[in-house]
C-alpha cells in the first residue's frame, strides 16, 4: 500500500468516526416530560405499592440488584455481576458495585440489603408481596415471627453478602429484579416515625421536593447506577378524567397516553407492552359461603371470556381460565355454561332465597375507563342468564374501604406483574392467602417434582384449586398500548411492561 492509498484510507476512517459521532450526539441531555398519573400514587414504599401506577413510578425511583431486560435477560443493576451459585444451587453469592449511593446520600451496602429484606418479610410491615423471598432459608419462619433474623442471608462484608436458598431455584434471580425487593438506607429504615410513603431510593429520579403533591416533579439522579438519565425533569400531572388527559394530549401537554387520541397523525407511534396483565373477577367470599352451592362454578363458566377480551383489548390480550400466566397461548379448559342452563340455576336459587331476587354490588374504580367497560360487559354477561348486577364507581380510598370491610359483591384485581416464572407466580396468590405453614409446604412439594416441565404443571394444578379458594374468576391477560409523540426517543417497556425513563430522551 502506497502512502497516498494509506492517507486516503486514514481519511475514510476519519470521516467515519466523525459521522459516528455526529450521530451519537443526537441523544442529548435536558427536557421535560410529562406524564398523566393514571391511578393511585398514595406510596411508592417498594414493600407497599398496590397499584399499576405507584409501582411504575416506584420503579423510577428505587433501584434493585438486577433488571430484566424486555427480551427477558436478566442483567446487574445495583449488583456488580450475575450471582456465583454453588453447584448445588443453594448458596448464592452477590457483590455490589462499589461506589453506590442512595438519594440521601448514604451508602448502598450489604447491611442496607439485609434490613430491607427484613423489613419486606416483617408481618407488622404487612407487605403483599414477602413471598418474593420466601424461597430464602429461614424467610418463611421470619414472616411468622418464629426468627428474629432472616438466617439465610449471611454478610460477608459491606460489598458481598451470600443467600442460602432451601431448594435450588434458578428463577429466584428474576425475585431480585422485582421492585419490592430494592433496598432502602439505613437512615430511611431507622428513620423517626418509620419508613416515608414516598421514601427516597436508589433509582434513576427522585423526588424535587418534600411535598408529593401533584403536579409531581422528579429530578434525575446524578449518581445512578448507569449514570445520569438524560431528562431534566419527569413531570407526573392529574386529571380529573381520562378524556380531559386525552385532550391536554392532544394539545401538547403530554407526551404520551395510554388510550387512543381521536387522531392519530405522523407525529405519533404507538408502543405495545408485554401481553403480561391479568385481570380477574373477584367474588366475596363470606357472600358466596352465603348463596347455594354452585353459584361461584356458574359464574366462572358463564362469563364470555373471548368476547370480553375481543371487546376490550383485541389482540393485544387472550382469555384467560387459571392463576398463572404462562408464555404460551394455551386453551380455555372446559366450555361455556350454556346459557339455558345457567338461567335455571339462577331460577332455582331465586326459588330458595324465597323469591328475593339479589342484585349484586360490583365495585370498581371511578378513575379507571378500563375497569368500567370491563364491568359492564361482565354485568350484562350475568343478566343474560338472570342475576342482577349494579356498579358502582367509587373513589381509590373509598374502594379500598370497601374491600377492606367486604362490603362488595363482585370487584376487579389485576395484581402486579412482578414475576414471568410460574413456581413464583403461584407463591404470590398463596401468600395473599397469610398462610405461611401452606405456601411453604407447596413450595417443598413442587421442589421435590425433579423434572422441571412436570413441575410447572404441578403447580398449575396447585393453582386451579386455590382459584376456589380465592374465589377469583381468571379472565384475561393483556398488554398495555401507549400513544407516544415522535420527540420522545428510546422508550422502551421492560419484559413486566414497566418503562425505564433512564434512557429516555427529548428531541428538541
Known amino acids: 500500500m502506497t502512502s497516498r492509498?494509506?492517507?486516503?484510507l486514514?481519511?475514510?476512517?476519519?470521516?467515519?468516526?466523525?459521522?459516528?459521532?455526529?450521530?451519537?450526539?443526537?441523544k442529548s441531555y435536558g427536557?421535560?416530560?410529562?406524564?398523566?398519573?393514571?391511578?393511585d400514587l398514595s406510596s411508592t414504599d417498594p414493600a407497599k405499592v398496590d397499584s399499576i401506577a405507584a409501582w411504575e413510578l416506584g420503579r423510577q425511583v428505587h433501584e434493585t440488584l438486577f433488571r430484566m431486560t424486555p427480551e427477558g435477560l436478566i442483567m446487574p443493576s445495583l449488583a456488580h455481576e450475575l450471582p456465583a451459585v454453588s453447584d448445588d444451587g443453594k448458596l448464592w453469592t452477590i457483590k455490589l458495585r462499589p461506589g453506590l449511593r442512595f438519594h440521601d446520600g448514604s451508602t448502598i451496602d450489604s447491611q442496607a440489603v439485609l434490613m430491607s429484606w427484613q423489613r419486606l418479610l416483617d408481618a407488622k410491615t404487612a407487605s403483599p408481596h414477602w413471598w418474593l423471598l420466601?424461597?430464602?432459608?429461614?424467610?418463611?419462619?421470619?414472616?411468622?415471627?418464629?426468627?428474629?433474623?432472616?438466617?439465610?442471608?449471611?454478610?460477608v462484608n459491606s460489598l458481598e453478602f451470600r443467600i442460602r436458598l432451601k431448594h435450588p431455584m434458578p428463577a429466584f434471580v428474576e425475585a431480585l429484579s422485582a421492585l419490592p425487593t430494592a433496598p432502602l438506607?439505613?437512615?430511611?429504615?431507622?428513620?423517626?416515625?418509620?419508613?416515608?410513603?414516598?421514601?427516597?431510593g436508589s433509582g434513576p429520579f427522585m423526588f424535587s421536593e418534600e411535598t408529593t403533591d401533584l403536579p409531581l416533579r422528579l429530578v434525575p439522579f446524578l449518581r445512578h447506577a448507569r449514570g445520569r438519565p438524560f431528562l431534566d425533569y419527569l413531570v407526573l400531572m392529574r386529571f380529573v378524567s381520562p378524556r380531559e388527559a386525552l385532550l391536554a394530549f392532544e394539545l401538547g401537554k403530554l407526551h404520551l397516553v395510554p388510550f387512543p387520541p381521536k387522531l392519530i397523525d405522523s407525529r405519533l407511534r404507538m408502543v405495545d407492552t408485554a401481553i403480561n396483565r391479568m385481570v380477574f373477577l373477584v367474588m366475596n367470599k363470606d357472600h358466596l359461603n352465603q348463596l347455594p352451592a354452585g353459584f361461584f362454578e356458574v359464574v366462572n363458566h358463564v362469563l364470555d371470556r373471548r368476547a370480553l377480551v375481543a371487546y376490550m383489548v383485541g389482540e393485544r390480550g387472550r382469555p384467560m381460565d387459571e392463576l398463572i400466566r404462562l408464555d404460551d397461548t394455551g386453551q380455555l379448559q372446559g366450555k361455556r355454561v350454556e346459557v339455558l342452563e345457567a338461567k335455571a340455576y339462577v331460577q332455582r336459587m331465586l326459588i330458595q332465597r324465597v323469591g328475593i331476587a339479589p342484585v349484586f354490588e360490583f365495585i370498581i374504580s371511578a378513575?379507571?375507563?378500563?375497569?368500567?367497560?370491563?364491568?359492564?360487559?361482565?354485568?350484562?354477561?350475568?343478566?343474560?342468564?338472570?342475576?342482577?348486577?349494579?356498579?358502582?364507581?367509587?373513589?381509590?380510598?373509598?374502594?379500598?374501604?370497601?374491600?377492606?370491610?367486604?362490603?362488595?359483591d363482585f370487584r376487579l384485581e389485576r395484581p402486579l406483574p412482578l414475576v414471568q416464572d410460574p413456581l413464583l407466580q403461584l407463591l404470590s396468590f398463596l401468600g395473599r392467602l397469610s398462610d405461611s405453614a401452606e405456601?411453604?409446604?407447596?413450595?417443598?412439594?413442587?421442589m421435590l417434582v425433579p423434572d422441571s416441565t412436570s413441575r410447572v404443571g404441578v403447580a398449575r394444578e396447585r393453582a386451579r384449586r386455590k382459584m376456589i379458594d380465592l374465589s377469583w374468576v381468571p379472565l384475561m391477560v393483556h398488554s398495555d398500548r401507549l400513544y407516544v409523540r415522535n420527540a420522545v426517543h428510546d422508550l422502551r417497556p421492560d419484559r413486566h411492561g414497566v418503562i425505564d425513563f433512564a434512557d429516555v430522551w427529548l428531541e428538541e
Open 31 to 39: 427536557g421535560t416530560l410529562h406524564l398523566s398519573a393514571g391511578g
Open 367 to 408: 378513575t379507571d375507563p378500563f375497569a368500567r367497560g370491563l364491568a359492564e360487559r361482565i354485568q350484562l354477561n350475568l343478566q343474560d342468564v338472570g342475576m342482577s348486577v349494579q356498579i358502582i364507581e367509587l373513589s381509590h380510598d373509598e374502594l379500598r374501604t370497601r374491600i377492606a370491610k367486604g362490603q362488595y
Open 439 to 446: 405456601l411453604e409446604d407447596a413450595l417443598d412439594a413442587l
Open 10 to 26: 486514514l481519511l475514510l476512517v476519519l470521516v467515519f468516526v466523525v459521522q459516528a459521532v455526529d450521530a451519537a450526539g443526537i
Open 5 to 8: 492509498h494509506a492517507a486516503i
Open 134 to 155: 420466601a424461597p430464602v432459608r429461614g424467610a418463611v419462619a421470619f414472616h411468622a415471627g418464629k426468627l428474629t433474623k432472616l438466617s439465610g442471608v449471611e454478610i
Open 185 to 200: 438506607s439505613r437512615r430511611t429504615l431507622r428513620a423517626e416515625g418509620g419508613v416515608p410513603v414516598h421514601p427516597s
